[in-house]
Nanobody, 120 residues
């Protein structure tokens, strides 16, 4: 099994910054993609940013230029630096990882979610 644990959410004023972190642990052979998704009240979960193995990145248009995703492959961690936050960024943020386990099985795993609230 694989576990993802997020940290770093909270309350911030518009224009402020937050940094989310996620650590994966368990029976991991290789993580081929890590990323962040979010879900606002009454809305579907949406992609925020993903980062496959290597240095390529993929961002939602709504966060381009404000958010930066990074990975530490050696530590199986992913972070999301969020700058210039807006009220519409308010949501529960979920870490996601595509994992090849030690037994060869593959799967996508989710963290428990961390609340980000942008409000004055």
């Amino acid at each position: 099994q694989v576990q993802l644990v997020e940290s770093g959410g909270g309350l911030v004023q518009p224009g402020g910054s937050l940094r989310l972190s996620c650590a994966a642990s368990g029976s991991i052979l290789r993580i081929y993609v890590m990323g962040w998704y979010r879900q606002a009240p009454g809305k579907q979960r949406e992609l925020v940013a993903t980062m496959p193995s290597g240095s390529s990145t993929n961002y939602a248009d709504s966060v381009k230029g404000r958010f930066t995703i990074s990975r530490d492959n050696a530590k199986n961690t992913v972070s999301l630096q969020m700058n210039s936050l807006k009220p519409e960024d308010t949501a529960v943020y979920y870490c996601n990882a595509g994992v090849i386990q030690a037994d060869g099985k593959t799967g996508r795993y989710w963290g428990q979610g961390t609340q980000v609230t942008v409000s004055s």
